[in-house]
T-cell receptor, first 110, second 118 residues
Framework: SQQGEEDPQALSIQEGENATMNCSYK?????LQWYRQNSGRGLVHLIL?????REKHSGRLRVTLDTSKKSSSLLITASRAADTASYFC??????????FGKGTKLTVNP | DGGITQSPKYLFRKEGQNVTLSCEQN?????MYWYRQDPGQGLRLIYY???????QKGDIAEGYSVSREKKESFPLTVTSAQKNPTAFYLC?????????????????FGPGTRLTVL
């Protein structure tokens, strides 16, 4: 399986701090995506990074991809209480299926 | 408003009953998906459909059935054969894989249906 696995499983920080979540996968990919899920809600797409890209930014989000290490990281800068959610990475390897990890549960304390 | 909707939000099932979860999208997407999420877990793919009148089993299709008679709709039936159906069910859609090439499209999710077996 090429399922992404997030690390850590849970992360608790203070408002204003940066939050870093990591995702590792097993086989080569076409792209890797990060999604966010608020408790009891559906997932929301945050950012997609292609296999030939190394870094992407979107607002306070920064995603890196290291294909040699088969890993990606999501950095949220200057976190806010509203960033409290679960964050999932999802890998696509050319098939139509997107494979999700188990997620990192982020808590940002005011 | 464009989007993807699921109903009902909460559903209770007695053992031995079949129940159907609704998923509708007005995004003109070709592809639709059903996922199951258990507490503290990631998403597991139940069924997906790349085009009308066609669908494929995902990783955990046993005890579930789907239909795709219209582009906008992809209902999921949880049958009595599913022994542990209590979970959060998420429907998603995407533009789909075009021309057989890997797609960089993203998935848009509905708000989910929480199914509980009584």
């Amino acid at each position: 399986s090429q399922q992404g696995e997030e690390d850590p499983q849970a992360l608790s920080i203070q408002e204003g701090e940066n939050a870093t979540m990591n995702c590792s996968y097993k086989t080569s990919i076409n792209n890797l995506q990060w999604y966010r899920q608020n408790s009891g809600r559906g997932l929301v797409h945050l950012i997609l990074i292609r296999s030939n890209e190394r870094e992407k930014h979107s607002g306070r989000l920064r995603v890196t991809l290291d294909t040699s290490k088969k890993s990606s990281s999501l950095l949220i800068t200057a976190s806010r209480a509203a960033d409290t959610a679960s964050y999932f990475c999802a890998c696509r390897s050319g098939s139509e299926k997107l494979v999700f990890g188990k997620g990192t549960k982020l808590t940002v304390n005011p | 408003d464009g989007g993807i909707t699921q109903s009902p939000k909460y559903l209770f099932r007695k053992e031995g009953q079949n129940v159907t979860l609704s998923c509708e999208q007005n995004l003109n997407h070709d592809a639709m998906y059903w996922y199951r999420q258990d507490p503290g877990q990631g998403l597991r793919l139940i069924y997906y459909s790349q085009i009308v009148n066609d669908f494929q089993k995902g990783d955990i299709a046993e005890g579930y059935s789907v239909s795709r008679e219209k582009k906008e709709s992809f209902p999921l039936t949880v049958t009595s054969a599913q022994k542990n159906p209590t979970a959060f069910y998420l429907c998603a859609s995407s533009t789909g894989v075009a021309g057989g090439q890997p797609s960089t499209d993203t998935q848009y999710f509905g708000p989910g249906t929480r199914l509980t077996v009584l």
